[in-house]
């Protein structure tokens, strides 16, 4: 199974991609979470600490390890090695390989083309070549995907929260997924106070275009003031993931 997980900022998104890994991580042996949102908060929504999760270097920073796979002159392999890089260079946490993919980079005075090509054949390789679960929480533009890679894709989640801008954003990101090839997209509706924000997100797409709803869990606002969130933080959340679970495994 391999899910991408996106949507606009603020939407909860990263919050139902690590209760997403969670999940997995109780019934599957090994699952692949990677954090391709430049905000890179996965790694402490997961469970991480705080201050082990500062010190975790994106692959795109590992400037060494880019080049003596590439090449360290002006021309640079097209298809570097990187089946080994999720083993060495993953944080373990359990039966939990965490890693931070890091920006792409836009063109500027500096050219980022090698760690670009590294980063999408590492991409390639989680999502065409392994068996294992594999868990991408993206920012809202998916750069990390491109045709090709995307088609390893089994199902692109896009959160919503019951705001117009949210499903704005979320048709964006629909558009973007269905131009590179990704065959399953379906929303979730995150956040849900009133049966009146449940039935604006229901009535804002067609059907079978929704996966379900999350409602909204005060215990998850309050254990973002904590360091380090509580094993009990997301109780809610956790059930209402596990049931959405179910109905991705069927889709």
Known sequence: MKLAVSGKGGVGKTT????LVKSFARTHRLVYAIDGDPDACLAAAIGIPEEVAARLKP???MKELI??????GPIYRLNPRVDD???NYAHRLGNIRFLRLGEVKKGDSECYCRENTFLRALVSSLLLE???????DMGAGIEHLARGTAGGVDLMLVVVEPTRNSINTARHIWKMAEDLGIKKIRSIGNKIRSE?????IAGSF??????GFVGYDESIWESAMMEEMTPQAGGRLQSEV???????LFL
Do not use: D, P, T
Not at 67 to 72: K, L, M, N, P, Q
């Open 242 to 248: 596990e049931m959405l679970k179910k109905k991705i």
């Open 16 to 19: 139902i991609a690590a209760a």
């Open 85 to 87: 890089v999720v083993e």
């Open 196 to 200: 009146k924000e449940r039935k604006f």
């Open 130 to 136: 392994r068996g294992e679960v594999v868990i991408m």
């Open 67 to 72: 080049r003596a796979r590439s090449g360290s």
């Open 206 to 211: 067609r059907n079978g275009e929704l996966a």
């Open 59 to 61: 692959v795109a920073e």
